[in-house]
């Protein structure tokens, strides 16, 4: 099973600043089979990204992603007040799929 | 609307079961691989079971293997996970989520539903 590592556990930060959330895998991500997810207390995640830089319906494109085979990023060119939340990267290359424990994106 | 829907989350004591389910509208369901995933308190998210678009086939992860089984009913879109021989460390909020893509799509998810509430304890 793929171990997915996210860090910073928690990153603060001010509006308008750039994030950088990274998610490193304990083995090779097939086919840069990964995926990002947003997630607001009390609501269920949102589909960022997929297979590691490809952004979803409707995510604005400060948002990107980048890596492949073990570390990936996920970047927030500016934040918007909307981007304060939980962040989860998922591999689906091989079975099971599993996530990481998540980033706090939290206003400094 | 497109959405899903989860119910059945309540408190059980150690050994019991649940049954939960998802149901959901906006999407033929038919045509999509079906997950279970979960979230404890405070903590990540852990991926717990799939059901194929047609019923089969099943899998799961080895901490639900042999205790939890999943399956869906497509004439009522409806997804469920029976949950038995529970353990504390089962407590978690339940999301049910769909894949992306129909049929046997890869396992990434472009919709949750917000969870239901599984509560093990004495």
């Known amino acids: 099973e793929i171990v997915l590592t996210q860090s910073p556990g928690t990153l603060s930060l001010s509006p308008g600043e750039r994030a950088t959330l990274s998610c490193r895998a304990s083995?090779?991500?097939?086919?840069?089979?990964l995926a990002w997810y947003q997630q607001k207390p009390g609501q269920a995640p949102r589909l960022l990204l997929y297979a590691a830089s490809n952004r979803a319906t409707d995510i604005p494109d400060r948002f990107s992603g980048s890596g492949s085979a073990t570390d990936f990023t996920l970047t927030i060119s500016r934040l918007e007040p909307e981007d304060f939340a939980l962040y989860f990267c998922?591999?689906?290359?091989?079975?099971?799929?599993?996530f990481g424990q998540g980033t706090k994106l939290e206003i400094k | 609307q497109v959405q899903l829907v989860e119910s059945g989350g309540a408190g059980v004591p150690p050994g019991g079961s649940l049954r939960l389910s998802c149901a959901a509208s906006g999407f033929t369901f038919s045509n999509f691989g079906m997950h279970w995933v979960r979230q404890a308190p405070g903590r990540g998210l852990e991926w717990v079971a799939v059901v194929g678009h047609g019923g089969r086939p099943a899998y799961y992860a080895g901490s639900v293997e042999g205790r939890f089984t999943v399956s869906r009913d497509n004439s009522k879109s409806t997804l469920y996970l029976q949950m038995g021989s529970l353990r504390a460390e089962d407590t978690a909020v339940y999301h049910c989520?769909?894949?992306?893509?129909?049929?046997?799509?890869?396992?990434?998810?472009?919709?949750w539903g917000q969870g239901t509430l599984v509560t093990v304890s004495s």
């Open positions: 998922q591999h689906y290359g091989s079975s099971p799929v599993s």
């Open positions: 989520a769909k894949e992306i893509s129909p049929y046997a799509g890869d396992w990434y998810f472009d919709l």
């Open positions: 083995q090779s991500v097939r086919s840069s089979k």
